[in-house]
């Protein structure tokens, strides 16, 4: 993302007005607000099993939540800019199990597949898709006015249809190493996948803290006639949003198919829920124009941590989503408490 994302016609040496400075500066200050509880989590998970704090267990954590982040960093974007996207653990399924249908030879996956074009084309074809069903959210949301929740909602049943559709309710496999590559290969010792989220969420944080772009974004979520009003050309800059809200998504799916070997018909199906108790515990606002990248990446990192711990203990993968579930109770409480605003 660029300075031309904003679509406005200002001079750039136009400095923040000192409200947004100010807006800025504390949520630089928020970030930080779960770092004790990670810290807490980390002792206590210590105490449950020595192996929590060992190198291996710590990657392996990372690894695990390296796919999901990217989705969060992909809804973050979303709800910053003031709407939703349903559709992305949809996107997260569909766009590698498109990719895999029409490369994988039927000959060998006993019937599944078309293997209509070849294996070098995989990345190219997850990346498409997730931005073409970013760019349909966006026809929808944006030219046609409709609701995005509503939309992506529907979106996400549509996608997670046709999954089931081209895989007959199965399991790809046999897939091309340009698929495998990124989700399973190792750089300098650590995993790509982990490489490829911190640098994503670098870039991220960089962009929304520190460029109009990301100053563009907020304003959008915030007040979207006042964003108007003030020149950024807001419906050029949330369909542009969405694209790449789809596009990270797919991009997190090539990477648990790759690590994974396979694509199922129910990949990323309920992975919303993750996405959503990590986002709002990491402080990004339901309401739009309000969180951090950083602030959802130690979301992310605190549930993951949490999971780890709980898994370590013995306690049944089973209770997952009821984890999920409360977490996002106690955040909303915890940000109706300490905004003083209430969740809309």
């Not at 309710?169 to 698929?179: I, R, Y």
């Not at 915030?222 to 807001?234: E, K, L, Q, Y």
């Not at 959503?276 to 739009?288: D, E, P, Q």
Request: glycine residues 12%; hydrophobic residues 55%.
């Amino acid at each position: 993302m660029s300075d031309t994302l904003s679509g406005t016609t200002a001079p750039p040496a136009a400095p923040a007005p000192p409200a947004t400075r100010r807006t800025l500066a504390l949520a630089r200050m928020r970030d930080l607000a779960l770092v004790p509880a990670i810290i807490a989590v980390a002792i206590v998970g210590f105490i449950v099993s020595p192996v929590f704090l060992q190198p291996d267990n710590i990657i392996n954590v990372l690894q695990s939540m390296s796919e999901i982040a990217i989705v969060v960093l992909a809804e973050t974007l979303v709800l910053i800019a003031g709407k939703m996207d349903l559709s992305l653990e949809s996107t997260f399924g569909l766009a590698p199990g498109v990719a895999a249908w029409l490369i994988v030879d039927p000959a060998v996956t006993h019937g599944l597949g078309v293997h209509a074009l070849p294996g070098a084309l995989a990345v190219p074809l997850v990346l498409l898709t997730g931005a073409l069903i970013g760019a349909f959210n966006g026809l929808l949301i944006v030219r046609f006015g409709l609701n995005g929740f509503i939309v992506t909602l529907g979106m996400l049943i549509v996608l997670r249809g046709l999954l089931t559709g081209i895989s007959g309710g199965k399991t790809f496999f046999a897939l091309p190493e340009s698929m495998t590559y990124l989700g399973s290969t190792s750089w300098l010792g650590v995993p790509a996948s982990i490489w490829i989220t911190l640098a994503l969420f670098a870039v991220a944080v960089v962009v929304l803290g520190y460029t109009r772009a990301g100053r563009s974004l907020y304003a959008i979520g915030g007040n979207v006639d006042a964003a108007r009003a003030a020149g950024i050309r807001t419906d050029r800059v949330v369909w542009l949003t969405l694209i790449i809200a789809g596009t990270l998504a797919a991009l997190a799916g090539l990477l648990i198919s790759g690590r994974l070997a396979s694509v199922t018909a129910a990949q990323g199906d309920g992975a919303i829920f993750q996405v959503f108790a990590a986002a709002v515990i990491g402080g990004v606002s339901l309401n739009g124009g309000k969180g951090t990248v950083f602030g959802a990446f130690t979301g992310v990192l605190l549930l993951f941590m949490i999971i780890n711990v709980l898994t370590l203990g013995g306690v049944p993968a089973q209770w997952t989503n009821f984890l999920n579930g409360a977490v996002i109770l106690v955040a909303l409480v915890v940000s109706r408490i300490t905004g003083g605003k209430a969740q809309t």
